[in-house]
């Protein structure tokens, strides 16, 4: 997963409504692929948010997702050689679907998200003192749920925004 429900809902909003988005989602994978079937990115007429792989992949998909948008198309679907024909090295095959997003789908991605961060292990560091503060935004970038938890409030600041903190007179009691 790499993007947010709160990071959708943000790109939706500068996009100017949800209709002005496609989303580009891997729908198969043969082969060596950067990313795995699911992997979706968001594409409006001047932004992008997500990744699908990079390269030369994601710069033919977002072409073509914009040529959608611009052309009021709801959708198309892309079959792509990840070799040399395209300057790319995975080897692979990927099928990419492009939709125009909608109210449905908005709801299908953040149900989505919320399942796979449900499903992340917890870890807990108690103490966000220095120590507390580096661990916390090392394992940020883990597909981990990182909780913080400290007696002091004020230590609990400044912290990724994907770490949940409690700030607690019992750490014990968490």
Known sequence: MTLSAASIDAFIARAGSV????????????????????????????????????????????????????????????DIPLGPEIGQCCGGRVDVALRRLSAATVDRLQARIAAELAARPHVFLFGSGHVGHALARALSALPLQVHVVDTRPDELIDLPANILTHAVAMPEAV
Request: glycine share 14%.
């Open 19 to 78: 209709t002005s988005v496609i989303i580009a989602e891997l729908s198969a994978v043969r082969g060596s692929s950067p990313r795995e079937t699911g992997a979706f990115m968001l594409v409006s007429d001047t932004a992008q948010d997500g990744t699908i792989g990079g390269g030369a992949l994601e710069y033919m998909v977002i072409d073509r997702a914009r040529q959608v948008l611009r052309d009021g198309g709801h959708e198309d679907d892309l």
